[in-house]
């Protein structure tokens, strides 16, 4: 996407000791986690257990009633906005835009203007998989190429820090698995540090270098499990059943 002079800055991103209160739920308490440089962390935890929560306080969208949420270093919410770029569960495409206006509309967002976002966002199609797609509706593409498109609006300004809200949580077990298969490839093209949130644990441990185990609400971490497996990813593997079968049993734990 970018040449090697342009390519984002690697960052890393950190919680410290971090709880963060509702009116009626404590959502975090006390979770302490980090993500180096070009990792990809999932998380994983039941329902209600503050997941998107700690997305939202990466992205500087809440702050936490206490300890230290930090993206390269830096605690602000500005900042810590500044250096994300958000991608929720939902694709949220403009049914009035076609499948390349909506995702050059991140490049207007920063200010360019609509021609030449266009422009920047086009050449991009095809390693997307989306090539003669770029004129159509999102109306007509399907649950995976929207996803796509999703995704490219996402990685188009450059940001370094990645964060993934169940990215393929609305898909099909097969179109899935496919786009599983195909943002490992996207990320091995475009390396960031990812902060991946997801109920599946066999995503998981397809995608992360770590995978995070939460408790029930109030979250907290109660195991970080290392995925030491050969690119790409074989789920069939004994080794893979063996790691997931880890996340698993802390989940039930």
Known sequence: MQTEAEAPAME????????????????????????????VLAVVGPSGCGKSTLLELVAGLQEPDDGTVSVGGATGAAARRE?????????????????LGNAALAL?????????ARRRAEPLFERFGLAEFEDAPPAELSGGMRQR?????????????????????????ITRASMQRWLAGALEHEPRTVLLVTHDTEEAV????????????????????????????????????????????ALAA
Not at 217 to 237: K, M
Request: glycine share 4%.
């Open 12 to 39: 890393s991103l950190s919680f410290a000791n971090v709880t963060r209160r509702y009116p009626r739920v404590t959502a975090l308490e006390g979770v302490d986690l980090s993500v180096k440089p070009r990792e």
């Open 83 to 99: 250096a994300c770029a958000y991608m929720p569960q939902r694709d949220l495409l403009l049914p009035w835009r076609d499948a």
């Open 108 to 116: 207007e967002c920063q200010g360019l203007g609509r021609a030449e």
């Open 149 to 173: 498109v999703a995704f490219l609006r996402t990685l188009l300004p450059g940001r370094p820090v990645l964060l993934l809200d169940e990215p393929f949580g609305a898909l099909d077990s």
């Open 206 to 249: 397809f995608l992360a270098d770590r995978v995070a185990v939460l408790s029930p609400r109030p979250g907290r971490v109660l195991a970080e499990i290392p995925v030491d497996l050969r690119r790409p990813r074989d789920v069939t593997s004994p080794e893979f059943t063996a790691v997931k079968r880890n996340a698993l049993e």
